[in-house]
């Protein structure tokens, strides 16, 4: 029986398997195949933007990592509506669907198959000014996507060649542990930074993988690997990666005058509710406005060391993903309000990922003067311009707090006849669409990777307060004397909440079990119920993490059509994983 993952590798693979008569006959007579492309750069080019296509392949709950770690930590809480289970029990570490991940696992393993084509196409031309940069590229991507796996699911299938017949696609290829999986992403990026050339981030443009992406994610990929599984080093392919060697890749990132990156002036710049439109009416940014500041998109930020690209043109498309659309904007909005203009600048959306009251309040008593605070949370008590208005549980809205995070949300403008659009992206200061789909206009970038992780990281591997004191000066925070652990573990949750890495950081650290538990007893909304939010299964998140170690389910197709190749993670395979068996 043939794998699923391997359909769309197959039809990926087919134009290179030549000579299999007794399969199919593989020439292709209307499009490129591996006999005509690519042929030249711009063949090239064409073949890595569709490695880096598998980024906009965005569905809902389940079909990013980033969505899955915000709703996973436990800094926010699942939400949506009462009918979306799965937001919820993400939040719990448990399933609503045994097929969760179908779609993630799919895309991913898409994109891998893509770069896998792709480099067997670009490393058997010969070279070309740019050849070891594209290798880099989609290298870099690679990485990333098997990353995001071993992370979510542990011991997955390991691909990192072109299948040469159709013979090799017959079967599941096998299941591999997560050692050799973190070899070859540490091989992918170590081949991916040392062979991109060091060059300032603007000779690319915006959304490029760098050297310096390279570097970032290797540091994010060592401080897992090290933290979490116990080791010293990071195996690769004819060696190891150690710490020095990781530190040594962030400094010479750090040195401007070679990567071109540095931290913003203001920390609200990195986020697009200071966009101009936007700014117009939304008081907490009128003092930027006043000084000419404003939210700095694309090839002018310099603190964006690597983000994903999209577009406002985004379609529905039959499997029910979108292409080129940032959703997660409509997925973090909120939820079914009758009047937007009492929540400005917040406007619509699905309601996931409310944010926990208790990091608020937290926050509050260790940095009682951080600006990140407001930066990154809107109060509907403190920043509603008529909390009165406010329509709690709209549409069924599930576990609200009245606090929702700011990075990623879905942001309105008014036109200058007073008329409220749900996305500033349809505003004419920018696309000016006639559109303005609260779901398919937001077309903001993804950020992954940024400046101020790298100073973090490199703080955390040295020991050091400087990378820590920088991140903070930017706030006008007080520079901490000495470096200790307890003060990196905060300024990672305060400056980088709600970017996707507080789930790994908490795993790596070995607190998750700890600080999970501080999701209950918070006061919640439950459409238009006020409870406080409690275990959803015996022992709660704490036993399932115990259980589980944080890895998720795969998805129970994929193991049954494995033929026995593929082996479910621990803790998933009892009626305490299923949210729905426990809350009909």
Not at 206 to 234: E, I, M, N
Not at 365 to 384: F, G, K, N, Q
Request: glycine share 8%.
């Amino acid at each position: 029986m043939k794998k699923l993952i391997y359909f769309s590798v197959i039809v990926l693979v087919l134009p290179v398997l030549s000579a299999c008569e007794d399969f199919l006959d593989t020439k292709s007579y209307t499009t490129k195949d591996g006999g005509s492309f690519p042929k030249n750069p711009d063949d090239v080019a064409q073949l890595v933007t569709g490695v880096y296509a598998q980024f906009n392949q965005i569905g809902p709950m389940s079909s990013d990592y980033l969505m899955i770690a915000e709703l996973a930590c436990d800094d926010r809480f699942g939400g949506g509506g009462e009918d979306d289970k799965s937001c919820q029990a993400i939040s719990h570490l448990m399933y609503t669907n045994a097929d969760e991940f179908s779609g993630y696992w799919g895309a991913r393993y898409t994109g891998i198959a893509r770069a896998n084509v792709a480099l067997n196409a670009i490393e058997s031309m010969e070279d070309y000014e740019g050849k070891d940069q594209k290798i880099g590229e989609v290298k870099f991507l690679r990485a990333n996507w098997y990353f995001e796996l071993v992370q979510l699911l542990g011991d997955v299938p390991l691909m990192s060649s072109v299948p040469q017949s159709a013979d090799e696609v017959k079967d599941a290829p096998p299941q591999v542990s997560q050692e050799e999986i973190y070899k070859q992403i540490a091989t992918d990026l170590w081949d991916a930074y040392t062979g991109m050339p060091a060059v300032s981030y603007k000779t690319y443009p915006s959304g490029t993988a760098t050297k310096w992406a390279a570097a970032g994610l290797l540091a994010r990929v060592y401080l897992f690997y090290t933290g979490f599984y116990d080791k010293p080093d990071l195996p690769r392919e004819g060696g190891t990666v150690t710490k020095a060697d990781v530190i040594a890749a962030l400094e010479v990132c750090m040195d401007k005058s070679k990567s071109g990156h540095d931290l913003v002036q203001d920390f609200r710049q990195l986020w697009p509710y200071s966009n101009t439109a936007t700014a117009k009416e939304y008081p907490y940014v009128a003092d930027m406005v006043a000084k000419g500041m404003e939210w700095l998109e694309g090839s002018e930020n310099p603190e964006v060391i690597f983000a994903t690209k999209f577009t406002n043109l985004g379609q529905w498309d039959p499997g029910g993903l979108v292409n080129y659309s940032n959703m997660f904007p409509t997925f973090f909005g909120l939820r079914s309000q009758s009047d937007y203009s009492a929540t400005f600048p917040l406007t619509e959306g699905w309601g996931f990922g409310p944010v926990n009251t208790r990091l608020w309040e937290k926050w509050e008593t260790d940095e009682p003067s951080d600006m990140r605070r407001v930066a990154s949370i809107w109060s509907l008590e403190d920043e509603a311009p008529d909390p009165d208005e406010f329509e709690w549980g709209g549409d069924r809205q599930m576990e609200e707090t009245g606090l929702w995070a700011k990075k990623m949300n879905a942001f309105g403008a008014y036109k200058d006849n007073g008329t409220l659009l749900s996305s500033f992206m349809s505003h004419p200061d920018y696309c000016n669409s006639s559109r303005d789909d609260y779901q398919l206009e937001h077309g903001t970038d993804v950020i992954r990777i940024r400046f101020a992780d790298i100073l973090l990281m490199h703080s955390e591997l040295t020991g050091t307060p400087d990378g820590m004191n920088k991140v903070r000066a930017r706030v006008d925070l007080p520079p901490v004397g000495s470096y200790t652990f307890e003060a990196l573990q905060k300024e990672r949750r305060y400056e980088l909440a709600f970017e996707g890495l507080r789930w790994g950081d908490i795993r790596r650290w070995g607190i998750a079990e700890e600080v999970l538990d501080n999701i209950y007893g918070v006061d919640i909304c439950n459409n238009q119920r006020w409870t406080t939010m409690k275990p959803q299964s015996p022992g709660g998140v704490k036993e399932r993490y115990k259980l589980t170690k944080g890895f998720f389910n795969k998805p129970r197709q994929e193991i049954d059509l494995s033929n026995g190749a593929y082996i479910q993670n621990e803790g998933w395979n009892t009626p305490d994983a299923n949210f729905l068996q426990l809350n009909d």
